[in-house]
């Protein structure tokens, strides 16, 4: 085959390509990966609380809570964030209402002496809050400690 002839099928080639990439059905175009983040709180500060719980809210807003998969996971002194007379217990309820999860560290709890029934409802549980923020970091979940 001449060089002409083979320049020829090459450029036929990429030219077809280029084409059906360009015009793939929409039901084979690939969606955005959703973004997954996982906040720390593990300090007894409620200035940190409603810090992260603000992040929580702006993330959502800013990205849309349907693009976005959110957890926070309190642990060590942060757990008072979780505890039924907390000063954000109206905030975390209203949180897990917005479609973000929130853990509380059973390992916590049981040096704390503290039942699920001393934490506000609908939160969840992780049997250890910083093995679960090493797994969440490990599966590609961004990382926030405020």
Known sequence: MNTARRSFFA???????VAASSFAPAAFA?????NRIVIQVS???PAKWN???NNIRNIQQDLGRENVDIELIAYGPGLNMLKLDSTVAGRVAETLGNGAGIFACENTMRGQKLGKTDLLPNIGFVKAGVTALMM???EGWAYIRP
């Open 30 to 34: 690939q969606a955005a990966p959703k």
């Open 51 to 53: 810090l992260a719980l």
């Open 43 to 45: 300090d007894n500060d």
């Open 136 to 138: 969440r970091q490990s």
């Open 11 to 17: 450029a036929a080639l990429v030219a077809s390509f």
